[in-house]
């Protein structure tokens, strides 16, 4: 074997190591790390210190990192959103983001819901930086942007309020209870005809793939694996009255979006 080629094999696991290290240090390391603290536990203790520390949201808000983080297969999750928003009637409606997504999600959803004619658009997060880094992307936004720092298990929109919700790989990062608080809001505050836009990771079919990723979740986000057993978002949003529900996977059933949309009266 070449000499320059081990050297090539080297570098490539350390710098595959020292990722690995950084995610862990300032996403699951920290969590654990709060845990043993003492005291009442905040509403938003489980959030990792990427998405609270400006320094760190611009470092990893890139959209090459966030792409690969989903394997590649980012742009066509946000497309399957966009795609089904272009044929919604947005009009004089209110679009809203819950929680803030690294990546060109937020831009790309704020473009089809201002072109497709909606009045305002509203992103919610608990995490001000969160929020100040999602404005920065949206300049061309203006007077239709709404920031709202709130709990999406707890929002403060009224019923029946948005013609769509877009909740881009949240849930995998909230404890098991606040996952179905989440959804219950999110569909609240659904309009009649209003859609909610789920992305998130899903049980995947071909064993290899399921292992690897049993052995990811268990390491960097263990709360995730609810999503394919005791905590699967598909049936629970089925059980809700009025909701007309799909859901599309993709890459070997991975990923998912879920589309739920309140019956029109
Ligand atoms: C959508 S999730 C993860 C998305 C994905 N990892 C990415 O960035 O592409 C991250 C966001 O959710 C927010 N968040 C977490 N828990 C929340 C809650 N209960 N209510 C509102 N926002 C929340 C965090 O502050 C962060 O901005």
Redesign the pocket.
């Known amino acids: 074997m070449p000499e320059w080629f081990v050297h090539a094999a080297w570098a490539v696991f350390v710098l595959l190591a020292l990722t690995a290290a950084f995610f862990f240090t300032f996403t699951r390391g920290t969590l654990i790390l709060r845990g043993l603290r003492p005291g009442p536990k905040s509403?938003?203790a489980?959030?990792y210190p990427i998405?609270e520390d400006m320094r760190l949201i611009r470092l990893i808000d890139w959209q090459p990192i966030?792409s690969a983080i989903l394997l590649f297969q980012y742009h066509r999750l946000v497309a399957m959103i966009t795609e089904h928003l272009k044929r919604s009637d947005l009009r004089g409606g209110r679009v809203l983001i819950?929680?803030?997504?690294?990546?060109n999600?937020i831009p790309k959803v704020a473009d089809v819901a201002l072109a497709g004619g909606a009045a305002r658009l509203q992103i919610?997060?608990?995490?001000h930086n969160?929020l100040l880094n999602a404005q920065r992307k949206l300049g061309g936004a203006g007077d239709a942007l709404e920031l709202r720092q709130?709990?999406?298990?707890s929002m403060g929109l009224p019923d029946g309020s948005v013609a769509a919700n877009v909740i881009?790989?949240?849930l995998h990062?909230?404890p098991d209870p606040?996952k179905l608080q989440?959804l219950n809001e999110a569909c609240r505050v659904l309009a009649p005809g209003g859609t909610l836009y789920l992305a998130e990771f899903h049980r995947p079919e071909r064993p290899l793939l399921r292992a690897l990723g049993w052995l990811y979740f268990k390491t960097f986000e263990p709360m995730a694996l609810a999503l394919w057993h005791t905590h699967d978002p598909l049936p629970y949003l089925q059980a809700m009255p009025g909701l007309h529900c799909e859901r599309r996977t993709l890459f070997f059933g991975n990923y998912q979006v879920i589309t739920a949309t309140r019956v029109a009266d």
């Open positions: 509403p938003g489980h959030i998405y966030n819950t929680s803030c997504a690294f990546g999600v919610s997060d608990l995490v969160e709130e709990d999406a298990a881009f790989f949240l990062e909230l606040m989440v």
